[in-house]
């Protein structure tokens, strides 16, 4: 029963859904706004396989129930500035990542502040994290396959290696190689990826 009236609140939100359902449907095939949908329901909702149906009912399913999504949708699908009053995005939420790579996935991302050169492909965001400046220039570099835990820092010119884990509330002061999970203040490697 839940599930069927959700079904119904998402149809009864689609006259504020129009702008970014037609964005979305005019985008490529390859769009990262289509990967980070992809990404999302094979996370929430365990579904693997979407048909080109299947992605806009899924974002339509998202911008609906999931703030944190319409953060992300509004800055793929440049539609913030015109369309964002109709469906607000989570305030405490702010991405500024010139080169932000496709499946991106929010998870609670409220009270989370994210200024990257780049972020790669698959990047996994919690709440309450601060990605950013130490100084007017200086921002972290973040590779593919990246999670970033609750209350982690990363501040400063670093460069942060394909598939690491930065652990809850750590407090990111340099380079962390690929496949490491670091944790702790300042963070320390506890555990590397074997290597192939």
């Known amino acids: 029963m839940k599930q069927q009236l959700k079904r119904v609140w998402v149809l009864a939100n689609l006259v504020r859904l129009w702008p970014s359902l037609i964005a979305l449907a005019s985008s490529a095939?390859?769009?990262?706004?289509?990967?980070?949908?992809?990404?999302?329901?094979?996370?929430?909702?365990?579904?693997?396989h979407l048909s080109a149906g299947g992605i806009l009912w899924r974002h339509c399913w998202l911008m609906v129930f999931y703030r944190e999504y319409r953060n992300l949708a509004y800055?793929?699908?440049?539609?913030?500035?015109?369309?964002?009053?109709?469906?607000?995005?989570?305030?405490?939420?702010?991405?500024?990542?010139?080169?932000?790579?496709p499946g991106c996935?929010?998870?609670?991302?409220?009270?989370?502040?994210?200024?990257?050169?780049?972020?790669?492909a698959n990047f996994w965001l919690n709440q309450q994290v601060t990605i950013g400046y130490s100084n007017d220039t200086d921002v972290p570099w973040i590779g593919d396959d990246v999670t970033v835990r609750p209350g982690a820092r990363i501040v400063g010119r670093l460069k942060i290696g394909d598939g690491a884990t930065v652990g809850m509330n750590t407090v990111v002061t340099g380079n962390v190689p690929p496949g490491a999970t670091v944790f702790g203040v300042p963070g320390q490697i506890i555990w590397r990826k074997p290597k192939a």
């Open 29 to 48: 095939q390859d769009a990262p706004i289509r990967a980070d949908i992809r990404r999302w329901a094979s996370i929430l909702f365990k579904e693997d």
């Open 75 to 101: 800055l793929r699908l440049r539609l913030a500035r015109t369309y964002g009053w109709l469906m607000p995005k989570l305030d405490s939420l702010a991405i500024y990542v010139p080169d932000l790579g």
């Open 105 to 120: 996935f929010i998870q609670h991302g409220f009270s989370s502040i994210v200024s990257a050169q780049r972020i790669g």
